[in-house]
């Protein structure tokens, strides 16, 4: 898995606004990057408490904070990078072989995740030193 930090996006979906409220549409591939076979999210997390915590073989999620705030810690093997999620209108594009760590900063921190394949238990390391082994 040669995917690094690099290749980590910070997508803006298209919005549309007016004084009934905002739209963001997601349509597969157009606007996410991914066709998406998957859609789960996140919700009823206590404060400051830190899901995820493991990568996907094959697995590209694009995650959207819909409501609250998340911080995203994500890594690469070497390095890693934090991004911090609170806008409906912004996606964040991580793509195999990138470890990561979602921290809820709200309690009503709503955290949308679409996916490129369906569930497959074996597609995920839950272990850090799998992880960085599988990186070589």
Known sequence: MKTSLDDILLINLRSFEDNKGS????????DCLID???IFYVYNVP?????????HKETIQVLICIKG???????????SKFFVLSDP?????????IWAEETYLTEDTL?????????QKEDYIFDYEEFKHSKK
Do not use: W
């Open 47 to 55: 404060l400051n408490e830190t899901r995820g915590k493991h990568s």
């Open 23 to 30: 739209l963001v549409p997601i349509e597969s591939e157009l």
């Open 89 to 97: 209108s912004k996606a964040l594009y991580v793509p195999e072989g």
């Open 36 to 38: 998406i076979k998957r």
């Open 111 to 119: 955290l949308m995740v679409l996916c490129n394949t369906p569930y």
């Open 69 to 79: 705030k998340c911080e995203v810690k994500c890594d690469d093997g070497k390095n």
